[in-house]
């Protein structure tokens, strides 16, 4: 990742008012208790292919829902139990159908711990009054409001933005709920596709934070912008921000 000095990080920050954090795998995991359920999915169905046949068999049912179901928890469980019928031609067990269900509803509770850094970094933000923060996030509304509270993070927040996606227009839109231009917009997480691309496109700001594991659908093609930061770790917010 390029090195910034207090010069870069001053220059970068003139014009921000408002500063949007996605929420999953941003502020705290979630994409591993995905996978952990995908591979209850898998074992439960492992008599017709491997993990990887399978993976990608509910994937593409995923993928097909998108349009009518939206992303997050109840989703992914919906998805999981089609593709299960669809894969066993409705032969699968009661038994094991109630364990893929089950695994599904547990993403309902997921802890929604902080991961390090973000706690600090969020409340050292809202503490200096410089900008609007913003949840800036996709998914199911009930699911991300729930986490939010469990996460402990809700009072850092001026706004909270949840939407069916992130394109364009969601973006555009926050712009004029906030009462900015896009240039006075920051955006920070961990998508390239979604949290990142958008925003420079509309003339925005973004910190891409990568994480661990990413959802294959969010996988693209990553690129370099003035008006992009790389980092591995949220703490490097405050320096760029304060």
Known sequence: MKEYGKKEYEDFRKGIKVVAFDADDTLWDNQNH?????????????????????SQELFEVETGNMECLGYGAKAFTISMMETALKISRGNLSGEKLGRIL???KNLLGIPATPLPGVTDTLARL???GKYT??????GDMLDQQNKLKRSGLEKYFDLTDIVTNKTL??????CAKTGITPEELLMIGNSFKSD????????????HIPFEVTWLHEHAEE??????????DISIVRDILL
């Open 34 to 54: 995905y996978m952990t359920a995908e591979s209850v999915f898998c074992k439960e169905l492992s008599e017709y292919g491997d993990r990887e046949k399978l």
């Open 102 to 104: 089950s695994a599904g």
């Open 126 to 128: 809202h503490a200096s």
């Open 133 to 138: 923060l913003v949840l800036f996030t996709k």
């Open 169 to 174: 227009k969601e973006y555009a839109d926050l």
């Open 196 to 207: 990142i691309v958008p925003v420079l496109e509309l003339g925005g700001k973004a910190v």
């Open 223 to 232: 690129f370099e912008h003035e008006r992009l930061i790389r980092a591995a």
